[in-house]
């Protein structure tokens, strides 16, 4: 099956139009059917928890294909630069000096 430009346009303008309701429905939602309580706490930890599912599998890829333990696996950068981040944002309580912490870190180590 091909895809023509303006189907492609369609089905682009069609996904922002549909995320853009879901993002904002909470604004025009009544108040009575609002989350609230444990489900509302829960709720505000999804960006943290989607962005963890994204990075954690990059982060642990060479363990996870390596067959059996290798001391090199603990000099990864990626590995490296994602503990480094996590000390400096817990040392510090600010993303964005753990992120620049652990960028500057794989930079540094580089692939």
């Known amino acids: 099956m091909t895809m023509t430009a ?7 303008g069609m996904l922002a139009v549909i995320i853009f309701a879901l993002r904002n429905a909470f604004l025009f939602v009544p108040a ?4 609230r309580g444990l489900l509302e706490r829960a709720l505000r930890y999804a960006p943290l928890a989607a962005l963890t599912a994204l990075v954690a599998p990059e982060v642990f890829k060479p363990w996870l294909a390596a067959s059996a333990f290798s001391p090199a696996l603990l ?10 981040l996590l000390v400096v944002v817990r040392l510090t309580g600010n993303a964005l000096y753990g992120l620049l912490a652990g960028s500057a ?5 580089g692939r």
């Open 75 to 84: 000099v990864d950068p990626r590995l490296l630069s994602a503990i480094v």
């Open 105 to 109: 870190v794989f930079l540094l180590l």
């Open 32 to 35: 009575s059917l609002r989350p």
């Open 6 to 12: 303006l189907n492609i346009w369609i089905t682009t």
